[in-house]
Nanobody
Framework: QVQLVESGGGLVQTGDSLRLSCAAS????????MGWFRQAPGKEREFVAS????????YYADSVKGRFTISRNNAKNTVYLQINSLKPEDTAVYYC????????????????WGQGTQVTVSS
C-alpha cells in the first residue's frame, strides 16, 4: 500500500506556472505507474497525465499537451506535474494516483490516490 500527499497548488494568474508535487510513503513509488487527474467544480474527474514506473514513458491528455510535464524522482518517492501558461479552465483540484497500468487514462485503473491540491487560476 502507498500513501500519497499532493502539494504545490495555489491561487495564480493566467499565464503563471506551478509545479505540483506528490510525495509517496509506504510502499515505494517506483512500484507504481503514476497519474495526475483533476476535477473542476461541477465536473467529473478527468485524466491529465501519467508516467510509467521508471519515468521513461509519459502520456498526456490532448487538452494539456505542450503545457504540462509529468516527471518523477524515485529516489525521493515523488512525482511532479509542471504546469505552464495556466488558464482559468485549469482551475480544479489536482489528484495524484498510483496504479499498476500505464498509461492508465481511466480512474478505475488506479488503486491509490491522495486528497488533492487546489489550483485556482484567475483571469
Amino acid at each position: 500500500q502507498v500513501q500519497l500527499v499532493e502539494s504545490g497548488g495555489g491561487l495564480v494568474q493566467t499565464g503563471d506556472s506551478l509545479r505540483l508535487s506528490c510525495a509517496a510513503s509506504g510502499r515505494t513509488a517506483s512500484s507504481y505507474a503514476m497519474g495526475w487527474f483533476r476535477q473542476a467544480p461541477g465536473k467529473e474527474r478527468e485524466f491529465v497525465a501519467s508516467i510509467n514506473r521508471n519515468g521513461g514513458r509519459t502520456y498526456y491528455a490532448d487538452s494539456v499537451k505542450g503545457r504540462f510535464t509529468i516527471s518523477r524522482n524515485n529516489a525521493k518517492n515523488t512525482v511532479y506535474l509542471q504546469i505552464n501558461s495556466l488558464k482559468p479552465e485549469d482551475t480544479a483540484v489536482y489528484y495524484c494516483e498510483a496504479g499498476q497500468v500505464f498509461p492508465g487514462i481511466e480512474e478505475r485503473e488506479y488503486d491509490f490516490w491522495g486528497q488533492g491540491t487546489q489550483v485556482t487560476v484567475s483571469s
